[in-house]
């Protein structure tokens, strides 16, 4: 479920359901904005990436934004300068789904203190969030679909065949040098390729993995992405990996469970250069 502010004409929360009706063409897309799936638009945030959604749902207008979203801390809170912005434009208010209230722009102020209950609340929820990500095959969704913000990961390739850990270190090691780091005798990860020359940059601390990846026990190798990075920076360094060991192993590429010939390799590649989200949805429409 992602974080959602209301702008209504609603006079109470609980009276969302039924106010009278604002919609989008009243408000004029704002600043930033692209068209999104089903409607409504996406914003990309002033400061960089992407932000969150602006759509009718009912009689009101929406913003929504991802909880998987790398930067939701920055984008949560500033979600509600817009909103306000766009209340003011058409004599409505706002409405937070978490407290459940109307959040006056008097109150803001005391609602967002970085050390106060509330930015706790949605910084452990963040957190939790980031923790499905890594311990439980989650992936994220810059901008939520709907109510979706976290899916299971899409991103996953499979070298089918029988080799070894050493083999699959020996072949990391010869096309991504001190990319490579050997977590245990069975997985890996890599560091995105302009992190090159990292260790003597950062005496030492090790940068976010792009990849990780697994020699699982029937000598199958499983490749995917930490998500860690931006989506476009996570998705080239694992087709070059899982290009790399399918080569060097001689084993069957797949796809989460599809065939991958050099055609789909190349189409994968090619739409996963922007958002996860829209891979997400270009990849699901195939299906």
């Known amino acids: 479920m992602p974080f959602d502010l209301f702008v209504s004409r609603a006079t109470s929360y609980d009276a969302l359901s039924t106010a009278r009706a604002l919609r989008l063409s009243e408000l004029g897309p704002p600043p930033g904005a692209r068209e999104a799936p089903g409607g409504g638009y996406w914003l990309e945030h002033p400061g960089g990436g992407p932000w969150l959604a602006v759509v009718e749902r009912g009689p ?3 913003l929504s934004t991802s909880y998987s979203n790398r930067r939701f801390v920055r984008n949560f809170v500033d979600a509600f300068d817009l909103a306000h912005q766009l209340a003011a434009a058409v004599g409505a208010r706002v ?3 978490v407290s459940a209230a109307e959040v006056p722009a008097s109150q803001l102020n005391a609602l967002l203190r970085p050390l106060g209950p509330y930015v ?3 910084h ?3 957190q ?5 990500i890594r311990e439980e095959a989650q992936a994220r969704l810059e901008y939520p679909l709907g109510e979706i913000d976290l899916v299971s990961d899409y991103f996953v390739f499979v070298v089918v065949g029988s080799t070894t850990p050493d083999g699959v270190a ?7 040098g001190g990319r490579v780091v050997r977590d245990s005798v069975r997985t890996f990860r890599v560091a995105p390729a302009e992190t090159r020359g990292w260790l003597a940059r950062t005496l030492g601390r090790q940068p976010d993995p792009a990849t990780l990846v697994l020699v699982r026990p029937d000598g199958a190798v499983q490749v995917w992405p930490s998500w860690a990075h931006p989506f476009a920076t ?3 360094t694992t087709v070059e990996v899982a290009r790399v060991l399918a080569a060097s192993t001689h084993g069957a590429l797949q796809f989460g469970r599809t065939p991958v010939d050099a055609p789909l390799l190349e189409a994968i590649e090619t739409s996963s250069r922007g958002l996860g989200v829209d891979f997400h949805r270009w990849w699901a429409a195939r299906a």
Do not use: I, K, P, Y
């Open 60 to 62: 009101n207008v929406v």
């Open 95 to 97: 409405f937070d789904e």
């Open 120 to 122: 706790a609340r949605q």
């Open 124 to 126: 452990a929820t963040f």
């Open 128 to 132: 939790e969030v980031e923790r499905r």
């Open 170 to 176: 020996a072949a990391l090691s010869a096309s991504f």
């Open 234 to 236: 996570l998705a080239a």
